[in-house]
């Protein structure tokens, strides 16, 4: 068998696609930057938090710890002496920590949401723009056909796909739909 080996020649490089890619690269890491700057104290910490409680090093601190006070309170461990043989204190402080746990978990969540929203937004006005361009690009070329004499067999197509979308009918539509849908 013969090892794999680079192509010869290298694939070739689109000049004006890789400086739009590395624009547009350098652009959202900025906004990444900025935004993590902008991020307020509390949701930084929560953030931190979020992160650390999501971790196999906190997992395995857990164990260490609750099981270390199960082992004790058993009286497995003879070296320590049990203050806890019905782990109620184990079940409050548990208790305690999943509820402020639940509530800095929340915050991230709320936050990815609202960066989620942005990015959403991004993506529906890039291809709300993407699409009033191609109905101009098919007008255009339509046009040009009609000048040159050609016929094609879309052109009966040609006319609903000339038309602009109105994003709010469209979304009027889909939401009608959908409460049809569920009155049935």
Request: overall charge negative; proline content about 5%; charged content about 25%.
């Amino acid at each position: 068998m013969s090892a794999q080996r680079p192509p010869t020649y290298p694939p070739p490089q689109t000049a004006g696609l890789s400086a739009v890619l590395e624009r547009n690269i350098q652009a959202l890491q900025a906004r990444r930057k900025r935004e993590e700057v902008e991020a307020t104290l509390q949701d930084r910490i929560a953030d931190t938090v979020t992160r650390f409680t999501g971790s196999m090093r906190f997992v395995y601190l857990h164990l260490i710890l609750f099981g270390g006070w199960i082992l004790i309170n058993l009286g497995w461990l003879p070296i320590v002496k049990p203050w806890d043989p019905s782990f109620v204190v184990l079940a409050m402080i548990a208790s305690v920590e999943a509820i402020f746990l639940s509530t800095f978990v929340l915050i991230s969540q709320n936050r990815m949401a609202a960066v989620s929203d942005k990015r959403a937004d991004l993506d529906l006005q890039i291809s709300l723009l993407a699409e009033h361009e191609v109905t101009k690009l098919v007008t255009l070329v339509s046009a040009i056909a009609d000048h040159l004499g050609v016929e094609t067999e879309v052109d009966a197509e040609l006319d609903v796909i000339r038309q602009d979308v109105a994003p709010d009918a469209v979304l009027d539509e889909i939401e009608a739909t959908q409460a049809k849908n569920k009155q049935e």
